[in-house]
């Protein structure tokens, strides 16, 4: 099986069906069965020879293969337990790569990467269904001191809110977080058609690359993230009403008029509107309002 091409349908099909194997639309299984786009994610991730790498649902084992060949160690991490099946058998007698059945998120991450690749830096892949590609990303970036890079397989739409700028419709509370703790790049835009089965939508390669250092100063990054999840939590209503009317702040509405001023920030204004900057700004007038 080592042999097989995974990027060909008819191959892949064909292994599927010795394995009397279907896709589970409750896992977003979609198969990667384009060389180019592969080689893409590999060369975004800048993988060589020695790299320690986490992939996320490697599914067939389409990017594990090639980023094995190209002399990676691999721990790839499969929910589904028929798909471990395949992959044992695909990448069998491969040294470099370890093929964990579990469910990422119900990993504790720090002890799984220790445990698998000491103390070094370690590069994430991984080909994500929309529905788990936010928690994913927050369960990695906890660790991001040990990450290196982040390249994935997401939904347009996922990879349009990542990197989303102020002042336009995809600019959401999760573009805050990823662009605090990250730097976010969209590599290349991927049609439907280069899965097996197609998805409904297209799809968006992103690599996000951990920063060592916030790219705005912020008192806490609690209450950097409590004013963010606020403002955004009634985004249609001004920053005066819906930092107001949130709990974990504890701001009658006076308190809140004063710390926008103080950071020079109109109470009229909407959540969507603002930069990193002015968000860090308002945390910090209200942590100098709070003491």
Do not use: W
């Not at 599927?16 to 409750?26: M, W």
């Not at 090639?66 to 471990?84: F, K, L, N, Q, Y």
């Amino acid at each position: 099986m080592t042999n097989i091409d995974l990027t060909s349908p008819a191959q892949l099909l064909e292994l599927f069906r010795e394995h009397g194997f279907r896709p589970k639309k409750r896992f977003g299984q979609n198969f990667l069965v384009d060389r180019n786009v592969v080689n893409k994610i590999l060369d975004a991730a800048e993988i060589t020879e020695g790299n320690a790498v986490l992939e996320v649902g490697p599914g067939a084992g389409t990017l594990t293969q090639a980023a094995a060949e190209m002399g990676a160690r691999i721990v790839a991490v499969e929910v589904d337990r028929d798909m471990v099946a395949i992959l044992q058998s695909v990448l069998a007698g491969n040294p470099n790569v370890t093929i964990i059945n579990a469910d990422i998120l119900r990993l504790d991450l720090p002890v799984f990467l220790t445990e698998h690749f000491g103390e070094g830096p370690v590069k994430v892949l991984g080909n994500l269904p929309y529905y788990i590609t936010s928690p994913i990303i927050a369960q990695l970036l906890e660790c991001k001191s040990r990450i290196e890079s982040i390249v994935l397989m997401t939904q347009k739409e996922v990879a349009d809110r990542l990197k989303a700028r102020p002042g336009t419709g995809d600019f959401g509370s999760m573009s805050v977080f990823v662009q605090f703790h990250t730097e976010v790049q969209a590599v290349a835009q991927v049609s439907r058609n280069v899965f097996l089965p197609p998805p409904d939508v297209s799809s968006t390669i992103v690599k996000l690359t951990p920063r060592r250092d916030p790219p705005v100063e912020v008192p806490s990054e609690k209450l950097f993230f409590d004013v963010v999840h606020c403002a955004f939590g009634k985004r249609r209503k001004t920053l005066l009403n819906s930092l107001s009317d949130c709990p974990p702040l504890g701001l009658t509405k006076e308190q809140v008029a004063d710390a926008l001023h103080n950071a020079a920030v109109d109470h009229s204004r909407r959540a969507e509107t603002l930069s990193l900057a002015e968000f860090a700004g308002i945390a910090r007038a209200v942590a100098a309002l709070t003491g």
